[in-house]
């Protein structure tokens, strides 16, 4: 089976070092940056399964790296960051990060989050034995082959979780998930109490769709219970 390439980039080498040495011992391949410009260089030239990317750099900061990168590759992206608010948080997730962790961090805890994203990224990409078929509801049309999302055949642009959220509650229309259970099955690995991340996800995928013409609320808030898809 191929190594999967990692590409860890953070200005301060003590933490790229480190985290280096703990995806080293879990056989992982991993391409070391110190600046925005040089995680540019990398991913053009190798091929890279996933980037874990601090935000505060020279040359290009995180978010200009994660909005060239998302521009041509759809690997999964883990922010890494001292920045530990609410707002920077979302501006990252938005621009298409798929997860974000604040410094200092368990590396244990980060090594789960990688092998949990590769796990999914790998299954997504399996070459699919059948083909899928579109999700029409009105004016909104959802296609898994492409992993596009229209509205009044307008696109929707989705980070990868956002779509996978939105694909997950409209495949069971009017079924009611909740917050663990949408955990487990789009970053498939188990919940963990207290973390935001899904109603994060939830929040800017509303505000995407709403970007469309319709006026639906294809997304509905079960209080005390989770999500469901108004189909």
């Known amino acids: 089976m191929k190594q999967s390439q990692i590409l860890v980039v953070d200005d301060e ?8 040495i703990h995806l080293d011992k879990e056989g992982y391949q991993v391409f070391k940056a110190y600046n925005g410009k040089e995680a540019v260089e990398i991913v053009e030239t190798q091929t890279i399964d996933l980037v874990i990317l601090d935000i505060m750099m020279p040359e290009l900061d995180g978010y200009e790296v994660t909005r060239y990168v998302r521009s041509k590759f759809n690997m999964p992206i883990i922010f890494l960051s001292a920045k530990t608010s609410d707002f920077d948080k979302v501006q990252g997730l938005v621009i298409g990060a798929d997860d974000y962790m604040t ?3 368990t590396p244990i ?3 789960a989050r990688v092998n949990a994203h590769l796990r999914r990224y790998k299954k997504l990409n399996q070459p699919k034995s059948e083909v899928q078929a579109e999700l029409e509801f009105g004016p909104l049309v959802i296609s898994p082959e492409q992993r596009r999302v229209m509205i009044y ?3 929707i642009e989705l980070t990868p ?3 996978d959220i939105l694909y997950l509650l409209a495949s069971y229309p009017n079924k009611v998930f ?3 259970n949408i955990f487990k099955q789009v970053w498939g ?18 505000k995407k769709l709403a970007e469309g ?5 294809w997304i509905k808030t079960v209080w005390g219970v989770g999500y469901s898809f108004n189909g």
Not at 13 to 18: R, Y
Not at 213 to 217: A, D, L, P, R
């Open 153 to 155: 055949e307008n696109d």
């Open 178 to 180: 909740s917050v663990e």
């Open 109 to 111: 805890e980060l090594v």
């Open 13 to 20: 080498k003590e933490i790229a070092d480190l985290i280096t």
């Open 103 to 105: 410094k200092p961090f």
């Open 213 to 217: 013409q319709s006026t639906s609320k």
């Open 161 to 163: 979780k956002e779509f």
């Open 189 to 206: 690995e188990a919940y963990l109490e207290g973390t935001n991340t899904v109603m994060v996800h939830i929040r800017t995928l509303r």
